[in-house]
């Protein structure tokens, strides 16, 4: 990731779960609330940060996180976009910004043979394009769960997520 984040000028962040396992165990909603806060309180006042440039990665569970609750409760606070990949849920609750819809980009994806992810796969894609967000998604690629290689799908989609 380090590569794809120095070509086109970001900076990766990885954030350990405050719980000390996985941002999916627990209260979620408490768990996007913490999240959301450590990056509204910590990183944003600290560094110039275009938020049009601030994008989330999940695998697997981390995806799962990420559409369930984060993206759904606090995606407003953003303008660039997430990678659910491996790992998706549809939000329980969404209601997206009008500067959302316009300005935050998601992308989903899984491989034909997942096993775990798989019934969540078009629920997810469903409930985010049905939000008015941009969404891609792609569950062509052949393999179980988690064998693609993330890095590479984030790379070939990154250029046009950063497109306004």
């Given amino acids: 990731m380090a590569q794809v984040a120095t070509s086109y000028r970001l900076i990766p962040v990885s954030v350990l779960a405050h719980n000390g396992g996985g941002w999916n ?3 979620q909603t408490q768990n996007a609330r913490t999240l959301n806060a450590f990056i ?8 110039n940060i275009d938020k049009r440039r ?4 999940g695998q697997s569970s981390g995806g799962g996180f990420l559409s369930s609750h984060f993206i759904a409760l606090h995606g407003a606070n953003y303008q660039g976009g997430a990678f659910c990949l491996c790992g998706m849920q549809p939000p329980q609750r969404f209601t997206a910004t009008e500067a959302m819809k316009t300005g935050f980009k ?5 491989t034909t043979g997942d096993g775990i992810w798989t019934s969540s796969f078009q629920p997810s894609v ?6 008015g967000l941009t969404v891609t998604s792609d ?4 393999g179980g769960h988690c064998q693609f ?3 590479q799908v984030i790379e070939q989609r990154i250029g046009a997520m950063l497109t306004p």
């Fill in 25 to 27: 165990e627990g209260d």
């Fill in 40 to 47: 509204q309180d910590e990183l944003l006042p600290k560094y």
């Fill in 54 to 57: 601030i994008f989330f990665s």
């Fill in 106 to 110: 998601v992308h989903f994806e899984i």
């Fill in 126 to 131: 469903q409930a985010y394009q049905n939000a």
């Fill in 139 to 142: 569950s062509t690629k052949r």
């Fill in 149 to 151: 290689d993330q890095a």
